[in-house]
């Protein structure tokens, strides 16, 4: 898709920046808004758990999928739905 609308270069410009200046929380940092972590088996990287809890005080969800990739919501996309779909339930407006 990216080769016939040439935007491929613009594309890769997420991977460049993050492997140009990786992402870091400077030290007490707290991000305390609800979040949910699905973890797809064939995408990298995986972060721990506890690297997560580190910046990430209000972990709701964290789903260990059984399969799925990078592309989840083309790959497993009921897997996907059902996981955001609890955990947008449990969220309270």
């Given at each position: 898709?990216y080769?016939?609308?040439?935007?491929v270069?613009?594309?890769?410009?997420?991977?460049?920046?993050?492997?140009?200046?990786?992402?870091?929380?400077?030290?007490?940092?707290?991000?305390?808004?609800?979040?949910?972590?699905?973890?797809?088996?064939?995408?990298?990287?995986?972060?721990?758990?506890?690297?997560?809890?580190?910046?990430?005080?209000?972990?709701?969800?964290?789903?260990?999928?059984?399969?799925?990739?990078?592309?989840?919501?083309?790959?497993?996309?009921?897997?996907?739905?059902?996981?955001?779909?609890?955990?947008?339930?449990?969220l309270?407006?």
């Amino acid at each position: 898709l990216y080769w016939f609308t040439r935007t491929v270069a613009s594309s890769m410009r997420l991977y460049w920046e993050t492997r140009a200046r990786p992402l870091a929380f400077a030290s007490g940092t707290a991000i305390n808004v609800p979040l949910a972590v699905a973890l797809f088996p064939k995408e990298l990287p995986m972060p721990p758990r506890s690297w997560v809890e580190r910046v990430f005080k209000d972990i709701r969800q964290w789903t260990a999928m059984p399969r799925g990739g990078h592309f989840a919501a083309l790959e497993q996309p009921a897997l996907l739905a059902q996981d955001l779909t609890a955990f947008a339930g449990g969220l309270d407006f």
